[in-house]
């Protein structure tokens, strides 16, 4: 007579199996980058202690791909980033996120580095009826990366993109599975020489599943991120100074993302990323074009009590 299996189990493969099919079938366009509306709801997959706090360095590397823009600016950029960040227990279900990239770009017309922008992020969370969780987060993008070469190269070769933004949104969770709402507002334009780009609203919806097997984790989520207004740029044919808006620019991503995490000690932890896009970028103003992009991550984790 057969066993049957437990249905824990049979639900967890059940759960791998769909994610492997899934995405085995994606048609895959990767823009894994954003201008820092994902940080809201960023779950760390590694299983926390209680009040623990994370410290973790990390290194993406992306490809914008060889085809050119709609309007014909080259891309065929390599950007490469080592990324600290700190996700700091600072009070019972409070918790401070601090995050900044070192950026190195290269591509057709020339290679910049530095600093990147200054994301950092309060989120307090709340328990509902045991099982359901809600956190909220409110912080900001702070514009610490440069946005001029001495060669004036555009934008899409600079480590920052030149504007403060407002971040806010929240993450509701049952059991394995979390859904969330972010928001980003820039002001202004970047002071870049070439370009000038002003960037509309992104509205960000994010839905996941996650799960844990002893010291093993793993994550499937989509990103949706709506650009709500389209981009404007410096007119560099006109004579005076005019801006002139980009049809088409606000473009929507829909992600398929996955994590993989290892928690090696209580106090070390290991975290691989790759995302798989739905949607083709056709415009690369901002610089966060993607056709190929991995992350690596390792964590520490620490109590400050």
């Known amino acids: 007579m057969l066993k049957l299996q437990n249905p824990v189990v049979r639900m967890k493969s059940i759960h791998i199996l769909f994610l ?23 779950h760390h997959e590694l299983r926390r202690t209680e009040n623990a706090s994370i410290l973790s360095l990390g290194f993406v590397y992306g490809s914008s791909g060889k085809d050119a823009d709609i309007n014909g600016n080259l891309n065929n950029l390599g950007t490469g980033s080592f990324i600290v960040d700190a996700d700091i227990d600072v009070s019972r279900n409070m918790r401070l996120g601090i995050n ?30 045991k099982i359901h969780g809600l ?32 971040l806010a949104g929240a993450i509701y969770t049952f059991e394995n599975y979390y859904f969330g709402i972010g928001y980003q507002k820039p002001f202004g334009r970047s002071r870049n020489y070439d370009t000038r780009l002003k960037r509309g609203d992104d509205v960000l919806f994010r839905a996941g599943f996650f799960e844990h097997f002893n010291k093993l984790g793993i994550k499937a989520e989509i990103l949706t991120i709506l650009r709500v207004q389209p981009s404007s740029v410096q ?33 070390l932890g290991l975290t691989g990323q790759a995302a ?19 992350l690596g991550t390792i964590s520490y984790f620490f109590n400050l009590k």
């Open 135 to 166: 956190t909220v987060f409110l912080g900001g993008k702070f514009a610490t990366g440069n946005v001029n070469s001495s060669d004036s190269l555009p934008q899409r070769y600079m480590p920052g993109l030149g504007t403060n933004d407002i």
């Open 20 to 42: 492997c099919i899934l995405f085995q079938n994606v048609e895959i366009y990767p823009q894994c980058s954003d201008a820092g509306v994902c940080t809201i709801g960023k």
């Open 235 to 267: 007119d560099n044919a006109a004579s005076e100074e005019r801006f002139i808006e980009i049809d088409g620019s606000n473009e929507a991503q829909v992600n398929l993302a996955a994590t993989i995490s290892y928690r090696a000690s209580n106090e």
């Open 276 to 294: 798989l896009p739905f949607l083709k970028r056709d415009y690369n103003f901002d610089g966060l074009k993607r056709t190929f992009s991995l």
């Open 100 to 129: 900044v990239p070192y950026t190195f770009i290269s591509g057709p017309l020339g290679e910049n580095n530095g600093l990147g922008d200054l994301s950092i992020l309060f989120s307090r969370s709340f328990t509902i009826k």
